[in-house]
């Protein structure tokens, strides 16, 4: 008698994770193009050619939909491997030059900004007119915000390059307001400046805001 085969779902759970990912991706430019409260499960499913029930049962709700798709988008990709563990966010915090390090931090919240800016504006936008899913997304957005830059200023600590006196937690706060996506949506949109001159400005305010400059001398420089 010959042996059963052995059955390999490898292949069914690669193509169910694909179809996921199209689904958030899909939702996320519905959401941008036409905002949260006017996009439904059912254009979501419509779009991305499966059923509404198939929306419903990958996800359950609409609100943990745009979440998924928030996620992906924060991270490039839908592997399940947090920010902070990216090879590139490594690298970042090995950086033993504490301005670079600032400067390379936000290089970094400019390709996030790059990937989320449009979504997390529409967040934004309708937390302030009060729908609920979008107050409670933007207060986890903003706690999970606030954890990444009080790591930031750990690392700072670590290098001993923190300004004397400066409390880190007041140090963490700054950090959070100038990597927000309201400084992100003034600057690019309002006022029409680049992606690097945002950059750029970022880091030199990131820098003067946190950290003791040295001169070649060793006097401080402020």
């Keep these: 008698m010959c042996a059963a085969r052995r059955y390999d779902a490898s292949g069914r759970e690669r193509q169910a994770a694909l179809t996921r990912r199209h689904i958030a991706t899909t939702a996320v430019e519905q959401f941008v193009a036409q905002g949260y409260a006017t996009t439904t499960v059912a254009s979501v499913a419509k779009a991305a050619g499966v059923s509404a029930q198939t929306v419903y049962n990958g996800f359950g709700t609409k609100a943990a ?86 790591m930031v200023v750990g690392r700072l600590v670590e290098l001993g390059a923190l300004s004397p006196g400066l409390d880190p937690d007041l140090a963490r706060d700054r950090l959070w307001t ?45």
């Design 178 to 222: 100038l990597n927000s996506t309201e400084v992100w949506h003034l600057l690019t949109s309002a006022r029409g400046w680049s992606g690097e001159q945002y950059e750029d400005w970022v880091g030199d305010a990131m820098v003067a805001a946190v950290i003791e400059i040295r001169s070649p001398s060793g006097n401080d420089r402020r």
């Design 65 to 150: 939909l745009l979440k998924e798709g928030y996620d992906i988008l924060m991270v490039g990709d839908g592997e399940a491997v947090p920010l902070a563990e990216r090879p590139d966010v490594r690298a970042l915090y090995a950086d033993p030059d504490p301005v670079a390090f600032l400067r390379g931090y936000a290089r970094l919240g400019r390709t996030l900004m790059d990937r989320l800016g449009p979504l997390a504006v529409q967040i934004g936008a309708g937390a302030l007119a009060g729908d609920p899913d979008l107050v409670e997304l933007r207060a986890t957005t903003d706690r999970e915000r606030l954890v990444g830059t009080g």
